[in-house]
């Protein structure tokens, strides 16, 4: 076994520049507070699409290091990350930005966090959409909470996910593969991105992210291009199997000696 993950521990996408330390002085000591304030620093680009920012402002959500992203945020504002900033200075990013900022900032207060790759069940009626959220640990628990829906309506709980609300990769690949679940209804909302392929692409990511290399929402490696084409085998299905199984015993050991196995770690070119 490879040995433990420390999540209260950076990693290689959530390491904080000490030039940025000054605008997070101030910064909560409480994780939901913590998480409350990443709500009013990113913005979805459909949003920023209805307030008119320019154009080139929308690569905002390809950056990868959070250090990157509190850059670009303090050049639009060099405020605190403390002070809400008005939707057209937020960076633009997708839930993924929302959750691995959230983990980022959690992790430089000390607390153990780390962001999940999956499917919420709660947007549209019926379906699992691609989604990211946070993960902190309290009371010997994973807390989950969605940072980018706190202070809405859409769940009574957005700081405490109830069970089902949100399935990571490997839990909606076990239910899909248990007879549980219709792959056709889990997928990537706006696209005809659905199915199988999308359930395996977010199995993988997730156990990056476990593993603290927290991608994008798009990025592929290893076998994935091939398992979006409808080209991979039984021999990938039971690949994930044994990544939805690992995930599940939350054995820091294990997902780690998964993770650097063929195949499921991320390259580092990739990782800029």
Known sequence: MTGTIDYAGAGPLTRIDMIHEPALANLPSEAVEICRLVHDLVIQPTDAKGLGVPDERFAENQLRPVDDLIGALLAL????????????????????????????????????????????TYFQPGQGVDHWITEYRHDGRWVRIDSEILGSSLLAKPENLAAGEFLTGGEAWTAFRDGHIDAAHF???????????????????????LNKVEMLPWDEWGRMEASYKGKTGPDYDELIDAIAAVCATDDPGAIADLYAAEDLAVPTALLQ
């Open 77 to 120: 504002d060099p405020a605190p990350l403390t002070v809400a900033r008005d939707p057209d200075r937020r960076v633009i990013g997708t839930c993924r930005h929302f959750a691995v900022l959230s983990c980022a900032l959690l992790r430089y207060r000390g607390i153990a966090a780390r962001a999940r790759c999956g499917f919420a």
């Open 187 to 209: 997928g990537v909302y706006g696209t005809e991105n659905w199915g199988p392929a999308e359930i395996r692409g977010n199995a993988i990511k997730d156990l990056a992210a």
